[in-house]
């Protein structure tokens, strides 16, 4: 009998009716499909009904449990399984080499990085996670909400995200201390322009404006123009605000993803604009 082992955050999910309505909630269509922890493997069996799957797993215990488990899948192709730490495998570049979907149960604690990572993962399309509520929630805020920070900003400038549903602590085998949810993200586009269409030019760009964000909800109770103006310039900021309509007093959780996007290409520009002066007095 397999433990749960704390270090890798396992809980094994063991409620088949949840595994069931993850099953229905996964898109259906013609790319590569891929998990992430598959743990004992119970989600892995009703996966591997729908088509071919890889499946990342980083205990060696399970690895040798389900090469077991899965032999006549993994002979047949249908099952590839791979024993690293999927963080690793994120610096090399992707987790396919093809687009595909993201199915997985993530461990609580690494499952923020793990989703910020597949959003910057161009093969990455979709995904369905179950995660620790809170986090599912950060994702999914809407704007002027406690919960919108740059988290949503990050999802929602490249898709849709949406909780699913929730699922109990009695759901999973050692049973957590939280509820989690089923959070799905929807990618439209990529952040970097490459093979496929990006919001940025550049991964220069993209890492400013994360930059940017970091800058905007440093404190989130104070107001949008006192955080941002540890980083520009506070006449220009309070003009641009002006500009768009946007009241002194209002709070980084309060501007909408598309507004947070002008009001960074604008910075951006009059930043690039000062640097072009000062070339050209030299």
């Given at each position: 009998?397999?433990?749960a082992?704390?270090?890798?955050?396992q809980?094994?999910?063991q409620?088949t009716?949840?595994v069931?309505?993850i099953?229905?909630s996964?898109?259906?269509?013609e790319?590569?499909?891929v998990?992430i922890?598959?743990?004992?493997?119970?989600?892995?069996?009703?996966?591997?009904?729908?088509?071919a799957?890889?499946?990342?797993?980083?205990d060696?215990?399970?690895?040798?449990?389900?090469?077991?488990?899965?032999?006549?899948?993994?002979?047949?192709?249908?099952l590839?399984?791979?024993?690293t730490?999927?963080?690793?495998?994120?610096?090399k570049?992707?987790?396919?080499?093809?687009?595909?979907?993201l199915?997985?149960?993530?461990?609580?604690?690494?499952?923020?990085?793990?989703i910020?990572?597949?959003?910057e993962?161009?093969?990455c399309?979709?995904?369905?996670?179950?995660?620790?509520k809170?986090?599912?929630?950060?994702?999914?805020?809407?704007?002027k909400?406690?919960?919108?920070?740059?988290l949503?900003?990050?999802?929602q400038?490249?898709g849709t995200?949406?909780?699913l549903?929730?699922v109990?602590?009695e759901?999973?085998?050692?049973?957590?201390?939280?509820?989690?949810?089923?959070?799905?993200?929807?990618?439209?586009?990529?952040?970097v322009?490459?093979?496929f269409?990006?919001?940025?030019?550049?991964?220069?760009?993209?890492?400013k404006f994360?930059?940017?964000?970091?800058?905007s909800?440093?404190?989130?109770?104070?107001?949008?123009l006192?955080?941002?103006?540890s980083e520009?310039?506070?006449?220009y900021?309070?003009?641009?605000?002006y500009?768009?309509?946007?009241?002194?007093?209002?709070?980084p959780?309060?501007?909408?993803?598309?507004?947070?996007h002008?009001l960074?290409?604008?910075?951006?520009?009059?930043?690039?604009?000062?640097?072009?002066?000062a070339?050209?007095?030299?």
């Amino acid at each position: 009998m397999i433990e749960a082992k704390k270090k890798f955050g396992q809980n094994f999910l063991q409620d088949t009716t949840v595994v069931s309505k993850i099953i229905q909630s996964m898109p259906r269509n013609e790319r590569k499909l891929v998990e992430i922890g598959p743990g004992l493997g119970d989600l892995t069996q009703e996966l591997l009904k729908v088509k071919a799957l890889v499946a990342y797993e980083v205990d060696e215990d399970l690895c040798v449990y389900l090469r077991k488990k899965y032999s006549t899948k993994i002979d047949e192709g249908e099952l590839t399984l791979v024993q690293t730490d999927v963080l690793k495998q994120f610096e090399k570049g992707s987790l396919c080499e093809e687009p595909y979907d993201l199915v997985a149960n993530l461990p609580y604690y690494i499952a923020t990085t793990i989703i910020l990572e597949a959003l910057e993962d161009p093969n990455c399309k979709s995904m369905t996670v179950m995660i620790q509520k809170e986090v599912a929630e950060k994702f999914a805020a809407l704007p002027k909400t406690k919960e919108f920070t740059s988290l949503a900003i990050l999802a929602q400038s490249i898709g849709t995200a949406a909780i699913l549903f929730d699922v109990s602590p009695e759901s999973f085998e050692p049973q957590p201390k939280v509820v989690s949810s089923i959070l799905k993200i929807d990618k439209q586009k990529e952040f970097v322009e490459g093979k496929f269409s990006g919001l940025f030019e550049s991964n220069e760009q993209l890492q400013k404006f994360k930059k940017y964000l970091r800058c905007s909800f440093q404190s989130p109770r104070k107001t949008w123009l006192k955080n941002i103006s540890s980083e520009f310039d506070k006449a220009y900021v309070e003009k641009i605000m002006y500009d768009q309509s946007l009241p002194i007093t209002i709070r980084p959780h309060e501007i909408s993803v598309l507004s947070h996007h002008l009001l960074f290409k604008t910075l951006r520009l009059n930043d690039a604009r000062k640097r072009s002066n000062a070339t050209t007095e030299q």
